[in-house]
């Protein structure tokens, strides 16, 4: 079974200061990580998928198959970046259904 | 480009009503999903559709819920009859054939009262 887990409901960081994310989850075959964002009033979209390996937004995550985390960071915070984020997993091989966590709410304090 | 769009994007109902969901993918996206959102939570998949093929339904209520995408391209989800429990977002997405990448609709906002 595919299971994502997002520890933190609620996150809050001042602005300029290093923001992660966490994202653990389990799943048996090979995994696809994504990121999804949504701001307020805003439809939610993607951030960053782990297989296109790019910075978004000053954001990374690196798949760490070993500890079956995908946790998102960002070196200095922004205001903007106050929105709720979740992690998914899908199958990389496959047009599966995407599993999504719970979600975390980061809200950068000015 | 509009992207996926959805209608109602509000709606209250009475318990034991019906109430119908539609959305339209954006042009050229085969798979089409239906996700329920509750509050406090991730979306969940309800049901996903390759064309007008209903690949996975094995977490839509079929006792109550139902959908269909007759023609590959726009898509409805119908509720009969609503339960105090169905309150939530109801979010559609697409993406491309063989892709995971998807886009969401705005939602709609289903309150049962």
């Known amino acids: 079974a595919q299971r994502v887990t997002q520890p933190e409901k609620l996150l809050s960081v001042f602005k300029g200061a290093p923001v992660e994310l966490k994202c653990n989850y389990s799943y048996s075959g090979s995994p696809e990580l994504f990121w999804y964002v949504q701001y307020s009033r805003q439809r939610l979209q993607l951030l960053l998928r782990?297989?296109s390996r790019e910075s978004i937004k000053g954001f990374t995550a690196d798949l760490n198959k070993g500890e079956t985390s995908f946790h998102l960071k960002k070196p200095f915070a922004q205001e903007e970046d106050s929105a709720m984020y979740y992690c998914a997993l899908g199958a990389y091989f496959g047009n599966e259904k995407l599993t999504f966590g719970t979600g975390t709410r980061l809200t950068i304090i000015p | 480009e509009a992207g996926v769009v959805q209608s109602p994007r509000y709606k209250i109902i009475e318990k034991k009503q019906p109430v119908a969901f539609w959305c339209n993918p954006i042009s050229g996206h085969n798979t089409l999903y239906w996700y329920l959102q509750n509050l406090g939570q991730g979306p969940e998949l309800l049901i996903r559709?390759?064309?007008?093929?209903?690949?996975?339904d094995s977490q839509l209520p079929k006792d109550r819920f139902s959908a269909e995408r007759l023609k590959g391209v726009d898509s409805t989800l119908k509720i009969q009859p609503a339960e105090l429990g169905d309150s939530a977002v109801y979010l559609c997405?697409?993406?491309?054939?063989?892709?995971?990448?998807?886009?969401f609709g705005p939602g709609t906002r289903l309150t049962v009262l």
């Open positions: 782990h297989i």
């Open positions: 997405a697409s993406s491309l054939d063989g892709r995971n990448e998807q886009f």
């Open positions: 559709y390759e064309n007008e093929e209903a690949v996975d």
